[in-house]
């Protein structure tokens, strides 16, 4: 079982370049969000969806955009990278949004010059 | 502003000492998770405490929920270099997604 996927696992953008940074679970979860962790600050929710087809904003939505056609794959996407990006970015799923234990893959150390 | 809060933001022990993290919410919670991250990994779920005073073991850890079910401590016992990383708190706050807290990153000196 190899539980949340993220890819790339380390990236160096230059301001305004798009990217799409990759996020897959095997574990037929509907639940699945992003995060950015930078230092000092927890976690916090960029956006989330409760199943395929279904997306909804968190705390910091500006600037990216996802999708949810499966209900494996949750892509994020940064349209039109800038330095204030630079972070570290963690993909999760759990069987239910709001009870139960979130699974988060490797993260993807994201640099923006 | 932060939902839930932590204290302290850092904590260097001695290897042997106990150390202790304090979680607040602004809100009443359902629930409250605890997680561990070790220094360049991810976070890793430790426990959930869903009622009101409860409290639960995990060898040396120790994981309390408050009586009015906004608070919640992590208390370790007698420090080892393994128990080194981040611990962080979350809860629902608006009974959907999880806040979390900013953390408390333990460091413990052989």
């Known amino acids: 079982n190899a539980g949340v996927t993220q890819t790339p696992k380390f990236q160096v953008l230059k301001t305004g370049q798009s990217m799409t940074l990759q996020c897959a679970q095997d574990m037929n979860h509907e639940y699945m969000s992003w995060y950015r962790q930078d230092p000092g600050m927890g976690l916090r929710l960029i956006h989330y969806s409760v199943g395929a087809g279904i997306t909804d904003q968190g705390e910091v939505p500006n600037g990216y955009n996802v999708s949810r056609s499966t209900t494996e794959d949750f892509p994020l996407r940064l349209l039109s990278a800038a330095p204030s990006q630079t972070s570290v970015y963690f993909c999760a799923s759990t069987r239910e949004q709001g009870s139960q234990p979130q699974h988060f893959g490797d993260g993807t150390r994201l640099s923006i010059l | 502003g932060q939902q839930v809060m932590q204290i302290p933001q850092y904590q260097h022990v001695q290897e042997g000492e106990d150390f202790t993290t304090y979680c607040n919410s602004s809100t009443t919670l359902s629930n409250i998770q605890w997680y561990k991250q070790r220094p360049g990994g991810h976070p890793v779920f430790l426990i959930q405490?869903?009622?009101?005073?409860e409290v639960k073991k995990q060898k040396r850890l120790t994981f309390q929920f408050g009586e009015a079910k906004k608070n919640s401590s992590l208390h370790i016992t007698a420090t080892q270099t393994t128990d080194v990383g981040t611990y962080f708190c979350?809860?629902?706050?608006?009974?959907?997604?999880?806040?979390f807290g900013p953390g408390t990153r333990l460091s413990v000196l052989p």
């Open positions: 405490l869903v009622k009101s005073g």
């Open positions: 979350a809860g629902p706050v608006d009974g959907q997604n999880f806040v």
